[in-house]
């Protein structure tokens, strides 16, 4: 039987490894079977090196556009699909919905309707997750909390992030039955009982 393939997205510092780091641990997610954790952009891969130097330098919003979408071409080759082939429970803290919500802002005055530009480059050959919980918290709480971090990209603004929070739930709307909107602002054990619930009713 295939497995299934449930994604994480949000601004920056909305909660995403917070919660997957708690998740990890989860005796209840544990038993509900064999998971896979993985994350877009790749780690230590030739396509995750390529987009985070990107991310650092002022490259053309199109062209970094390809080398995320090149990372994800990867990350779905090699991880997701032999992993949902075996029947495991994928869990990806980002997915496509980051590409649509972040380069559909970065490239919204390059091209008309970016966003649907961007979703439809994904269409037909990507795996669509089952499930998409989104972290939803207010870019100036977000900036704050990622201010302490240290490290800072350039998608780390507020009036950027309040453009891809647009994004996101543009996107929920869109597929109501695939996402769950998650308030971020909420104790992580509290939300980390509602993910897995959510996750337990779609196996
Ligand atoms: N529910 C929460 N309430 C308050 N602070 C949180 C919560 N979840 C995470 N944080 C803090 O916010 C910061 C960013 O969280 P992190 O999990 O790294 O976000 P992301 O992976 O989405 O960028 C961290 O300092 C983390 O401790
Ligand atoms: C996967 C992905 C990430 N991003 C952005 C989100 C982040 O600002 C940045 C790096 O991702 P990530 O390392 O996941 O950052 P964070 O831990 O802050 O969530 O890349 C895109 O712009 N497009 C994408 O397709």
């Known amino acids: 039987m295939l497995g299934k393939l449930i994604t994480f997205e949000g ?8 919660m997957l780091a708690l998740l990890r641990e989860n005796a209840g997610l544990k038993n509900l079977g064999e ?14 090196k390529a987009v985070y130097a990107a991310i650092e330098c002022d490259v053309d919003p199109m062209a970094e556009l390809f080398l995320f979408m090149a990372d ?39 091209i008309p309707n970016a966003l649907s530009f961007v979703k439809n480059l994904h269409a037909g050959w990507t795996i669509v997750p089952d499930l998409t919980f989104i972290f939803d918290l207010a870019p100036k709480d977000s900036v704050e909390r990622v201010k302490n971090r240290g490290e800072k990209t350039k998608f ?7 453009r891809v929070r647009e994004n996101f739930m543009t996107l929920a709307k869109a597929e109501p039955e695939r996402f769950v909107i998650l308030d ?5 054990a509290e939300n980390e009982k509602i ?4 996750i337990k009713s779609i196996l």
């Open 156 to 162: 780390e603004k507020i009036e950027f992030l309040t």
């Open 72 to 110: 994800h071409a990867a990350h779905v080759a090699e991880t997701v699909r032999p992993n949902i082939a075996a029947g495991k429970i994928v869990i990806s803290d980002r997915y496509s919905d980051s590409r649509c919500a972040y380069q559909g802002a970065t490239l919204d005055k390059t």
């Open 35 to 48: 998971i896979a954790f993985t994350r877009e952009p790749t780690q230590n891969t030739l396509t995750g």
């Open 195 to 198: 993910i897995v619930e959510k």
């Open 184 to 188: 971020a602002k909420l104790p992580p």
């Open 11 to 18: 601004i920056d510092g909305s909660g995403k490894s917070t």
